[in-house]
């Protein structure tokens, strides 16, 4: 099974991500992650990209569209996979088709989780970090035992600034921006499965299950 999962900044995309890949056995595919490693073993694409990245610049899309290519021409994505973070807009949405096209794939499913706006900003700003060993805890979802500060080391919490409340909602905005357009491409290719992306992580997944049309047990 060959799926897209689309959903904003703090919808849960990693949590289910992961479940999914326990479940159907196949690799979460993460253009972050990809273009670390083309950089680190330093691939022909991969010293393209280190390029772009040592400048401060983007790296272009047919780039990135090249690695994504190495990746999928794996072995271990034979029985499918699940692209998380990409595509981001029309313009990779199409240089996608074009890509799966060429190495006769195609996707089967887009995973759109939804959670509301200020539910999101809710769950972003509640986040906290350890000053000294960089753990994590949220003031909601996951507190300290000792408000302000780290069960682990006993360092100091503190909030960063991109997950002060401005940030967030800028963040959000944009995503917003260039995700839209995004649902409406592929809800007319009849690939898109909404989710309601609110409840505990178990439900969430159940629902993305029945999208899917995987039997629960």
Do not use: W
């Not at 919808?11 to 253009?31: C, D, F, N, R």
């Not at 190495?70 to 996608?96: K, T, V």
């Not at 409406?184 to 499965?193: E, S």
Request: glycine fraction near 10%; aromatic fraction near 6%.
């Amino acid at each position: 099974m060959n799926l897209i999962l689309l959903g904003p900044p703090g919808a849960g995309k990693g949590t289910q991500a992961q479940k999914i890949v326990e479940t159907y056995h196949i690799p979460q595919i993460s253009t972050g992650d990809i273009l670390r490693s083309a950089v680190k073993e330093g691939t022909p694409l991969g010293k393209e990209a280190k390029a772009f990245m040592d400048r401060g610049q983007l790296v272009p899309d047919e780039v990135v569209i090249g690695i994504i290519e190495e990746r999928l021409r794996a072995s271990d994505c034979q029985s499918g996979f699940i692209l998380d973070g990409f595509p981001r807009n029309i313009s990779q949405a199409d240089a996608l088709q074009s890509l799966l096209s060429k190495i006769g794939k195609s996707i089967d499913h887009v995973i759109n989780i939804e959670v509301d706006f200020e539910e999101l900003v809710r769950r972003l700003t509640g986040r906290r970090t350890c000053k000294n060993c960089g753990a994590m805890f949220h003031i909601l979802f996951q507190p300290p035992k000792e408000e302000g500060k780290c069960d682990r080391c006993g360092g100091p919490l503190y909030q960063r600034t991109d997950d002060h409340e401005e940030t967030i909602r800028t963040r959000l905005k944009e995503y917003e921006k260039q995700t839209a357009p995004l649902v409406d491409y592929y809800q007319k290719k009849k690939l898109l499965r909404s989710i309601d992306g609110v409840g505990e992580a178990e439900q969430i997944f159940v629902r993305i299950l029945q999208q899917l049309g995987k039997p629960l047990s």
